[in-house]
T-cell receptor, first 118, second 115 residues
């Protein structure tokens, strides 16, 4: 079974600063996907970024980037130039890579509540 | 992008009644949908995996007879909370598999309050 750990229950940062959210995971799988999801106060889950384990290059999406360390089983999210709209719960998630990934479930971490201070 | 809807967004019911929550994939077919429960300030807890045309797969500890799941079509899955009790009050979220990639799309959630 997979486990995902987020050791920072809450974080806050000034607007325009950079913040890094930590995530570690445990798995015996070799091929898998890692995700960061954002849940703003509306509670709508939004995909922020995805990383395929077979890719060495870290994924980036505009102001969001990850530091994927496969050997260390670490997957941190960096938010640059943070904005007020980034205030949300952030969940790290794991999914095994299978032939029919549609049937495969996500395993979530406990989340980090991020507050951007004006 | 793909959209998943849920209905209703809010429901208040009396203890002992049943409540049905619908999850629809609006512009794609979803052979598999997932139902989660989320308590305030906590993570999403997977309740069951809903498969079109077959029985749902429930996670350990989730009562099958209490949380009835029906996935009757490729665009609709329903979760029925039977004989609801106040402890069933929670936020229920569904998700559907992205037909073109490994991600999941999430519905906006349904807040259930049982009085």
């Amino acid at each position: 079974a997979q486990t995902v750990t987020q050791s920072q229950p809450e974080m806050s940062v000034q607007e325009a600063e950079t913040v890094t959210l930590s995530c570690t995971y445990d798995t015996s799988e070799s091929n898998y996907y890692l995700f960061w999801y954002k849940q703003p106060p509306s509670r709508q889950m939004i995909l922020v970024i995805r990383q395929e384990a077979y890719k060495q290059q870290n994924a980036t999406e505009n102001r969001f980037s990850v530091n994927f360390q496969k050997a260390a089983k670490s997957f941190s999210l960096k938010i640059s130039d943070s904005q007020l709209g980034d205030t949300a719960m952030y969940f790290c998630a794991f999914m095994k890579q299978v032939a029919n990934f549609g049937n495969e479930k996500l395993t979530f971490g406990t989340g980090t509540r991020l507050t951007i201070i004006p | 992008g793909a959209v998943v809807s849920q209905h209703p967004s809010w429901v208040i019911c009396k203890s002992g009644t049943s409540v049905k929550i619908e999850c629809r994939s609006l512009d794609f077919q979803a052979t598999t949908m997932f139902w989660y429960r989320q308590f305030p300030k906590q993570s999403l807890m997977l309740m069951a995996t809903s498969n079109e045309g077959s029985k749902a797969t429930y996670e350990q500890g989730v009562e099958k007879d209490k949380f009835l799941i029906n996935h009757a079509s490729l665009t609709l899955s329903t979760l029925t909370v039977t004989s609801a009790h106040p402890e069933d009050s929670s936020f229920y979220i569904c998700s559907a598999a992205n037909p073109t990639g490994p991600g999941k799309y999430f519905g906006p959630g349904t807040r259930l309050l049982v009085l």
